[in-house]
């Protein structure tokens, strides 16, 4: 394995040491969120398409079955929209997040497009930091936006900020952030999982929007589930070959279309300097996607990457 970068390194080791920490056991559950991009309710506001879904699973299900939550940075587009505009059409959904917090089950971290939150006074009491620490029987899950492990981030900010407040929102244009840009999000993935290794520790990010489970991307999983059922298929009774082809075929068909995803946007086979990707890196997704939105679940001493979706407008998504 290549070195990893000694200064993101060392950062990172930085922000690990500042965390919000919480011990959990094989009772616990937490909830892991990241990216909502809250702002106007207009269609400018990246949030506003599948704003009833995040807050009818939040209400409906992870509040009444006693989930703590942490939104994982981005919850507030600040870069494009002023807090006080994004609180006053947001107001369900901090409801919400108040249930959680009123309950001591809420822990908000920093991303670099909310980044002003840290600097000025708040006008809710929520439990805030700019990573959290999850300690598990001597070890620790360490969970942070993403942003801090990108160099130039920092530099950028203020520009980035900028350019979509004063040209992207006038012209109506969508947020553009790394997470288009697979370049990027190669680099940071790349600097996240080496720093994982070298503190033989579990992260989980944010930020680039593209979903990891055992630091593997969709296609990689995709292609794992499809063995295990072509294995299972072959010891199986023949009563159950037919559920099992049928599943096959499902996978094999999203599978192709991950394939054309990854095809037009030119991403590489694997990113990681290993034969066998070590299964220390995750990454929730996004509460922003085309097809519903993703998170990460602790519970039962187990992790879980969940897609939430509407059956009514996605029905053929698998």
């Not at 979509?164 to 940071?188: D, E, G, H, M, T």
């Amino acid at each position: 394995m290549a070195a990893p970068d000694i200064l993101i390194n060392e950062h990172l080791d930085t922000v690990l040491k500042g965390a919000w920490e919480s011990n959990i056991n094989n009772q616990s559950r937490w909830v892991i969120f990241s990216d909502r991009h809250m702002g106007d309710g207009s269609t400018k506001d990246d949030f506003k398409p599948n704003s009833e879904l995040f807050q009818s699973t939040l209400r409906d299900y992870y509040l009444k079955h006693n989930y703590p939550l942490i939104p994982n940075g981005h919850v507030e587009e600040l870069q494009r929209f002023s807090l006080d505009v994004i609180l006053k059409n947001w107001r369900s959904a901090y409801k919400i997040f108040d249930d959680f917090a009123n309950k001591n089950r809420l822990a908000k971290t920093y991303g670099n497009h909310d980044l002003q939150l840290k600097f000025q006074k708040l006008p809710y009491d929520y439990q805030m930091s700019e990573a959290c620490k999850l300690s598990y029987d001597g070890e620790h899950i360490f969970i942070y936006h993403g942003h801090q492990a990108s160099k130039k981030y920092q530099l950028q900010n203020d520009l980035a900020g900028f350019t979509l407040k004063y040209f992207a929102n006038p012209l109506r244009i969508k947020n553009y952030s790394v997470s288009y840009s697979s370049k990027k999000q190669y680099k940071i993935e790349k600097r996240a999982y080496e720093h994982a290794i070298s503190g033989n520790q579990i992260s989980i990010l944010g930020h680039i929007h593209r979903p990891l489970f055992e630091s593997l991307r969709k296609v990689d999983g995709l292609r794992f589930k499809i063995d295990q059922l072509c294995r299972d298929y072959l010891i199986s009774r023949s009563s159950n070959q037919e559920s099992i082809a049928h599943s096959i075929k499902l996978y094999k068909a999203e599978l192709e279309k991950s394939h054309e995803i990854d095809n037009l946007k030119k991403t590489n086979n694997f990113i990681y300097h290993h034969n066998l990707a070590i299964p220390c890196l995750f990454n929730s997704g996004t509460v922003t996607g085309k097809r519903g939105i993703k998170c990460l679940e602790i519970s039962d001493g187990k992790m879980r990457l969940i897609h939430w979706f509407d059956k009514n407008s996605s029905k053929k998504y698998l």
